[in-house]
């Protein structure tokens, strides 16, 4: 069972400064046809580095996560994906071992947020679906998304026709 307390804090407070400057936490969309709403919201935390050395400290010692190389570019990277392992490892990690910078502390945040709205299954309802996009609207400075909140919309519309007034209503207050 994972503890982020029997982590030394000298090492703790390293893993969290790297990952302050290097690394990022994400939600992200993913089209599944087979879902309700059409859609599937996926959290992720991750670091790229061109040597593993330290990423392998992350995956030691959060004890969940994959390692692996990108072979066209030699880049490493450290991911994890699992929603469990995000809960229970990576959140509590960086509850205990905080950021200095505060847009790291902002993403941090509002991944929290995200990830207690999947928790409650909230993601599971339009209302949750756009409340996860404007929350995570500001993560990451907008950063780079495969789906704009507009498709992500257009498409969670056909799924749920009866939603259109809500999405409308979103469009309109979040001027997308």
Not at 82 to 89: K, M, P
Not at 151 to 160: G, K, S
Not at 166 to 175: D, E, M, R, V
Request: hydrophobic share 35%; net charge positive.
């Amino acid at each position: 069972m994972f503890n982020p307390k029997q982590i030394p804090s000298d090492l703790g407070n390293y893993l969290a400064g790297f990952t302050d400057g290097e690394g990022s936490f994400n939600v992200s969309f993913q089209k599944r046809p087979d879902y309700k709403l059409g859609w599937k919201v996926r959290l992720a935390f991750n670091i790229s580095q061109k040597d593993p050395v330290i990423l392998s400290l992350f995956k030691k010692h959060l004890q969940c996560g994959r390692l692996q190389e990108r072979k066209y570019d030699g880049i490493w990277y450290y991911q994890v994906e699992n929603f469990n392992a995000i809960q229970t490892n990576v959140i509590p990690f960086f509850n205990r071992f905080g950021f200095l910078s505060a847009k790291k502390k902002r993403d941090f945040s509002k991944f929290k947020q995200i990830a207690k709205l999947i928790e409650q299954k909230d993601h599971l309802r339009v209302e949750g679906i756009l409340t996860i996009l404007e929350i995570r609207k500001e993560m990451n400075d907008g950063g780079k998304r495969k789906y704009s909140d507009e498709e992500i919309l257009r498409i969670l519309r056909d799924y749920m026709p009866n939603a259109s007034k809500k999405i409308n209503f979103f469009l309109k207050k979040a001027k997308i």
